[in-house]
């Protein structure tokens, strides 16, 4: 376990030089609860008053050691592999945290609509399904995320509508790289 720490610890110190990615714990404020995923639980919260999100690592609920290192092993790749993408259609890595408990924290862009499946469903519960344009830019911006991240060497392995979010501008950008490989 503490060397699983003292690798999450470099990791988010940004000392492997995949990215600057240290976040002091004191900047982060929790907002709300917004789902539970495969690592632990999604945050809304802000950074320095900057909207972010946040996904917690939670290791508590597993039992074996093995396990343990299999799913922090997992999430620190994905980190790694959200630190080395920058596109308009990929979601932003912040950083990384590790708070007080020793919680891994992933801490990345805010998006305002959420998961793409979610967005459209709310939309046409308020009467105002997505229009056939607005259809074709997600479209369009999630083939432009998945064309960057092609030509990076990246496979997602995991493209659905709930790993597709939408800005507040309607933009569609790629999220969840728990699954991915790099060619």
């Known amino acids: 376990r503490a060397k699983l720490d003292d690798e999450a610890r470099r990791i988010a110190e940004g000392d492997d030089g995949q990215f600057g990615g240290t976040i002091p714990a004191e900047e982060l404020t929790k907002a709300n609860y917004l789902d539970k995923g495969g690592f632990g639980e999604v945050w ?18 597993v039992r074996s050691e093995a396990a343990r290192k299999q799913l922090h092993a997992q999430a620190l790749a994905e980190a790694k592999m959200m630190g080395k993408l920058s596109h308009p259609h990929v979601v932003q890595l912040f950083g990384c945290c590790i708070d007080a408990e020793s919680t891994l924290w992933i801490v990345m862009e805010f998006m305002e609509n959420g998961a793409l499946d979610q967005y459209a469903e709310r939309r046409a519960r308020e009467g105002r399904p997505l229009a056939p344009v607005e259809r074709l830019e997600i479209a369009l911006g ?15 392995r995991d493209i659905k509508a709930a790993n597709t979010l939408i800005d507040g501008f309607g933009r569609a950008k790629l999220a969840d790289f728990g699954l991915s490989k790099a060619k």
């Not at 900057?50 to 917690?56: L, N, S």
């Not at 083939?143 to 496979?155: D, E, M, Q, R, S």
């Open 44 to 61: 809304e919260m802000t950074m320095s008053g900057t909207p972010a999100c946040g996904k917690k690592v939670n290791l508590s609920g």
């Open 142 to 156: 999630a083939a432009c995320g998945l064309a960057f991240l092609h030509a990076k060497g990246v496979l997602h």
